[in-house]
């Protein structure tokens, strides 16, 4: 397995996306979506300011084109829906849907402009050049609840800009004790940039 590591600009619950029982990787990051292979294991963590802390720890379980996510009623749930006054609705990440010529329409989303109707060429370029949606059924999302990484001798997990996957194989051992200490899985608590008077994120367990 390879490991994967990157800091998590603002921990907002769209990308990754925690809820509904899949945790996924479809917006951002889109080296690590055209590298990564099923078994790989990818972690969030928070900023320098917050103490990089592990924000979230996923297993790539299953690779989705953009279309075949979209398509798939598994994941109907993360299209966003700005009808809905509720912060879970609006963060979806199943943002691209497939038109009939090859391409994809950008849905209102968080990487729309100003979160509206209107496209945002660069996000979408940016996403769609990852060419993948990584989608796991084991994880573990800590989000406010984030881990410190000194306790399991994970401070090598630390990264800048980008991300890292080189890492030694006693890193990765280090990383197995950790995930093997866990006594939950998926959704554990809210995202940590989530408004605190909205408690829609436990809708999505």
Not at 98 to 111: A, I, T, V
Request: glycine letters at 6%; charged letters at 25%; a positive charge.
């Amino acid at each position: 397995m390879k490991l994967y590591s990157y800091i998590i600009a603002n921990d907002t619950g769209f990308s990754h996306n925690p809820f509904w029982g899949f945790c996924t990787l479809a917006d951002c990051k889109p080296v690590i979506r055209r590298t990564a292979d099923k078994g790989d294991w990818i972690v969030g963590l928070s900023s320098k300011a917050t103490c990089n802390k592990i924000v979230y720890a996923m297993e790539v379980t299953e690779i989705l084109s953009f279309s075949d996510y979209y398509k798939d009623k598994r994941f109907i749930k993360k299209i966003p829906d700005f009808e809905k006054n509720t912060v879970i609705h609006k963060s979806g990440d199943n943002i691209y849907e497939p038109l009939s010529n090859g391409n994809f329409k950008q849905k209102r989303s968080m990487h729309s402009k100003n979160k509206s109707e209107t496209e945002n060429p660069a996000t979408k370029r940016s996403d769609l050049s990852g060419k993948n949606v990584l989608n796991s059924t084991n994880f573990y999302y800590f989000g406010s609840k984030a881990k410190n990484t000194h306790k399991y001798n994970l401070e090598a997990l630390i990264v800048g800009r980008g991300h890292r996957n080189n890492f030694s194989l006693e890193v990765i051992n280090n990383f197995k004790y950790f995930i093997s200490k866990q006594k939950q899985k998926g959704l554990i608590a809210r995202p940590s940039n989530w408004p605190k008077e909205d408690s829609s994120w436990s809708k999505g367990k």
